[in-house]
T-cell receptor, first 112, second 114 residues
Framework: QQPVQSPQAVILREGEDAVINCSSS?????VHWYRQKHGEAPVFLMI?????EQKGHDKISASFNEKKQQSSLYLTASQLSYSGTYFC?????????????FGSGTRLSIRP | NAGVTQTPKFRVLKTGQSMTLLCAQD?????MYWYRQDPGMGLRLIHY???????AKGEVPDGYNVSRLKKQNFLLGLESAAPSQTSVYFC?????????????FGPGTRLTVT
């Protein structure tokens, strides 16, 4: 079952912050975040493993709440280059062989 | 390293025709995946493989078959194409190790079935 992402779309002005949420009905082992530019392949951002860890990459960070089966992606002081569609991918406990199921995506548009 | 490559990049089929999409990776990854991407649906897993000679079904396997005869290649076949299979198809590969490594995606194949 696909994880649920919210919001479906968000429009920001350059410099503003955004939060993208990802939730699952299944117990999760890990959450993956990817960004996809129009017409291109998805590009890896980060992986979060169970244990409630939080990771950061430049001004993009994420958290993973294993108990709530939720993850959030935080984009701080957004730049034009952050535009694209963000996908979370989840690995469920008990699933075989690193089967990653992706959400339907959140489209982020940044305006100058 | 070329990473993950997909052949062809574009294809137009008529309903009922068959075709094979080729995915190749040169990173010696054990795991390989086929996804389809439709507007508003995100990436949906069709089939995947955990190693040479093994395949397994994903979320939306109906109408597709796969083969992994060589470790570096993962083929996706459509035996009798339908308009509902119009989509962008992405292949990905991954190093084994539970949850520790990212998936590397190919550039995609845009398939139109008329």
């Amino acid at each position: 079952q696909q994880p649920v992402q919210s919001p479906q779309a968000v429009i920001l002005r350059e410099g503003e912050d955004a939060v993208i949420n990802c939730s699952s009905s299944k117990a999760l082992y890990s959450v993956h975040w990817y960004r996809q530019k129009h017409g291109e392949a998805p590009v890896f951002l980060m992986i979060l493993l169970k244990g409630g860890e939080q990771k950061g990459h430049d001004k993009i960070s994420a958290s993973f709440n294993e108990k709530k089966q939720q993850s959030s992606l935080y984009l701080t002081a957004s730049q034009l280059s952050y535009s694209g569609t963000y996908f979370c991918g989840t690995e469920s406990r008990g699933s075989s062989a690193s089967k990653i199921i992706f959400g339907s995506g959140t489209r982020l548009s940044i305006r100058p | 390293n070329a990473g993950v490559t997909q052949t062809p990049k574009f294809r137009v089929l008529k309903t009922g025709q068959s075709m094979t999409l080729l995915c190749a990776q040169d990173m010696n990854h054990e795991y390989m995946y086929w996804y389809r991407q439709d507007p508003g649906m995100g990436l949906r897993l069709i089939h995947y493989s955990v190693g040479e000679g093994t395949t397994a079904k994903g979320e939306v396997p109906d109408g597709y078959n796969v083969s992994r005869l060589k470790k570096q290649n993962f083929l996706l076949g459509l035996e009798s194409a339908a308009p509902s299979q119009t989509s962008v198809y992405f292949c990905a590969s991954k190093h084994p190790g539970q949850s520790s490594y990212e998936q590397y995606f190919g550039p995609g194949t845009r398939l139109t079935v008329t």
